[in-house]
């Protein structure tokens, strides 16, 4: 089986993990961006947004009136495992909608004329991204923005915007956010340079104005901080005023980066997220000129101390160790922080695709577990389940294992010569995995293997709402959200 894959990591609301290939500073402002294509769909429930010929507004304007649940067209395509067998709601339109999931929000976005801005590639909605919805015109335009109830349509709020571009985000927390930015150019008068200046308004999930930043840069606001790249590191500065925090990275020649799509921060071999909970990440020794192992640190944004090290954890068993008595390979990753304790992956040795994932409690520092794993793993929204994924381009891939997280029980393992599945999600619970095999799509029982669906076309694939656990997903009949089941 060989499919290329994007890369990715655990973000605020993404479960797909993807890791190695150092990121390259070329990369880390663009892959945010997930353009839509103007193709535009005629909808119905929510305000209108008739703002044509008006003068675009400088920032939003809302109307917070509930407005009645939609009445959109039936479901009418293959059974959806983990999902009620009727659509909870729809909307109608004949591309794909781009909906933006803000922790039991759905956000749409309508052109003055009353139309959806959508995306005609299919494939987009089967490799969701930290940014699944991202509108970018080099001339902003007056949208209105709805904020539906996720369980039934029902819009919320409207917001009325002038953009160029909108972005999910966190605010603290790792509260669901929208980046709403707007960019105007002053030409050259023949002898100076063009100069662009930008401005950046975050909104919460009900359309509430957070803070607002001039310079703005595409991915620069993470729970609730602008990060900007100073020398060779990142600075954490919080929109709504307080201490900034500087992120580590030393060793000759270092280069700490961020890469905004997954929320992720790089040293050279380590990696964790840039802001997980209350901490923030650090790197020593980052780069192939020190002889010193490199290192990983989680640090309290409140107080900026360190308050746990790779330097200073007990390495699991499994993992080689060097004549000094020190990881032979110097790769280890953060992956989850959570209720007081973090999951870090070791590599067992230099150029292993084994891996060993360990817990361990940041109060005591002590290691609680750990289990063999692997390079490329997809985490169930709600935590509790993780499967081995494919590589970007892995024609030697032969399929799938799941496991817990908490202990590493395994669950399944697919055996030599059976179709591969190359996971794509799991719903809210874990209970079902969808994945992609040369046949098609296919949906198994997470814990006892047995296929629940198969043949599925990739865009029946939903797309799962991890605060109230809802699939979503367009076809040629609409936009459809489903129940889980």
């Known amino acids: 089986m060989s499919r290329t894959r994007g890369k990715y990591m655990l973000s605020t609301n993404g479960t797909r993990l993807r890791t190695f290939g150092a990121p390259t500073r070329a990369t880390t402002g663009l892959t945010l961006s997930v353009v839509l294509s103007l193709a535009l769909l005629s909808g119905c429930g929510g305000a209108d947004a008739d703002t044509a010929g008006k003068a675009p507004k400088a920032s939003g304007s809302a109307d917070a009136t509930p407005a009645a649940a939609p009445s959109g067209p039936a479901y009418t395509g293959p059974a959806l495992p983990g999902f009620a067998p009727k659509a909870a709601w729809s909307l109608p339109g004949e591309g794909h909608f781009r909906a933006l999931d803000l922790g039991g929000t759905l956000l749409f976005a309508k052109r003055a004329n009353g139309e959806y801005l959508s995306d005609n590639d299919p494939s987009t909605l089967v490799e969701p991204t930290r940014a699944l919805f991202t509108y970018d015109t080099d001339e902003p335009e007056p949208l ?10 029902a819009v919320n709020k409207t917001l009325k915007v002038t953009a160029g571009s909108i972005e999910r985000t966190t605010w603290h927390g790792g509260t669901p956010a929208i980046v709403v ?17 930008s401005t950046a308004v975050v909104y919460d999930a009900e359309g509430t104005k957070l803070g607002q930043v001039s310079g703005y840069e595409e991915g620069q606001i993470l729970d609730g901080y602008r990060v900007e790249t100073v020398d060779n590191t990142l600075r954490l500065t919080p929109v709504d005023g307080g201490t900034a925090r500087t992120v580590t990275c030393t060793g000759t020649a270092a280069d700490c ?17 840039l802001i997980a909970d209350t901490y923030y990440a650090g790197f020593e020794n980052a780069t192939n000129y020190e002889s010193d192992p490199e290192l990983v640190s989680l640090n309290d944004l409140a ?29 280890v990753r953060v992956l989850r922080v959570t209720d007081g304790k973090a999951l870090v992956g070791w590599q067992s040795d230099i150029a292993s695709g084994t891996w060993i994932d360990a817990w361990y409690d940041l109060a005591s520092g002590k290691l609680t577990a750990s289990y063999k794993a692997s390079e490329e793993v997809l985490f169930s929204p709600d935590g509790s389940v993780a499967a081995k994924d494919a590589e970007e381009v892995d024609v030697n891939y032969s399929g799938t294992a799941l496991w817990q997280v ?3 029980k395994r669950l399944w393992t697919q055996a030599e010569g059976e179709t591969a599945l190359d996971p794509l999600r799991f719903t809210r619970d874990g209970a079902v995995l969808y994945g992609l095999t040369d046949d098609g799509a296919l949906a198994v029982d997470a814990r006892t293997r ?21 699939g979503y997903l367009s076809t040629g009949d609409g936009f459809f959200a489903f129940a889980p089941a």
């Open 450 to 470: 047995e296929v629940l669906a198969k043949d599925l076309p990739e865009e029946s694939v939903p797309l799962v709402e991890t605060a109230t656990g809802y």
């Open 181 to 197: 930015a707007t960019a105007s150019t002053t030409e050259s008068d023949g002898l100076t340079e063009a100069k662009t200046s």
């Open 144 to 153: 209105t923005l709805e904020f539906r109830d996720a369980k039934t349509g």
């Open 257 to 273: 980066t961020y890469r905004p799509e997954q929320g992720m921060a790089d040293g050279f071999a380590t990696h964790a997220p």
């Open 406 to 408: 908490a202990d590493g």
């Open 303 to 331: 107080t900026g101390k360190k308050v746990w090290s790779s330097g200073d954890a007990q390495v699991p068993p499994g993992v080689a160790l060097d004549d000094e008595g020190a990881p032979a390979s110097g790769a």
